[in-house]
């Protein structure tokens, strides 16, 4: 059993917890993800891991209700167990493995939409604690629904927030940001990592193919049972299938099928997850 620790809520609908699993804390990386079952007969629900304390023994997860199972699990409370915290699952972040001095003297961006701050926040800290700071856009619909700003602040260079009601930041879309950024305040990029939903990646690496920027994307939103059997997660990137869950969740942005990609998650989603979606847009 996987104690819940401690559980907050972000925004409306967006909780984090903080869940005792040593031996998956011990072994996680940016990145990668996990996968958790409230009770034998729950569903599996594939989350990316948004922080690990190694020395306690816990993982941070981050979730939005968007269905009947993430609504229960909103319910679970401290001191609450989960029946199963699999993980860490899928390859860790390619900027895990690059040699330190190369990825030094790169400039990185980091553009993360909506819940996608979880899994950027882990690869910004893992960076800054490596001595290297990169620039974050963090946006999102309004205020309220910004996520982890005082945390990520303290391991950016710079932090950027773009809101679609200028409630808060820059009053725009992370696209228009960054291009603004690049073209009118002459920021320069070598590397870009996007992950949100995956409209917005499209956009992001359809804009950066433009300028030339590598850019990695997380495909995330495609996974429905993260072990590599249900073929959920296929995708093609450069032409080639491959499964989010196993080769994944990161590629090359700009080789993405995101149109194919996107059609698929819609299949995949439940009646009741696409209701629920269409309510709170
Ligand atoms: Fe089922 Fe990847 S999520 S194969």
Known sequence: MYKIIAKRLLAPNIY????????????????????????????????TICDYDKTAGTVTIVFQ???CSTKKMALMEEGDNFSDFVGPLGQPSELVEEDLEALKKKNIMFVAGGVGAAPVYPQVKWLHEHGIDADAIVG??????????TEMKLVTGNLYIATDDGSYGYKGFVTDLLKDLIEKEG?????????????????IAQ????YGIKT????????????GMCGGCRLTVGGVTKF????G??????????????????????EEGRAEIERQK
């Open 16 to 47: 984090l917890m903080d869940v005792a699993a040593p031996r998956v804390a011990k072994a996680a990386n940016p990145g990668q993800f996990v996968i958790v079952k409230m009770d034998e007969k729950g569903e599996r629900i594939p989350l």
């Open 65 to 67: 209700t968007v269905g």
């Open 140 to 149: 999102c619909k309004s205020k309220d629904y910004l996520l982890l700003e």
């Open 187 to 203: 920021k320069k990029y070598d590397l870009v990592v996007a992950i949100g939903p995956m409209i917005m990646m499209k956009f």
């Open 207 to 210: 804009l950066t193919k433009n």
């Open 216 to 227: 990695i994307v997380s495909m995330n939103p495609v996974m429905v049972d993260g072990t």
């Open 244 to 247: 989010a869950c196993v080769d």
């Open 249 to 270: 969740p990161e590629f090359d942005g700009h080789l993405v099928d995101f149109n194919e990609a996107m059609r698929r998650s819609t299949q995949y989603q439940t």
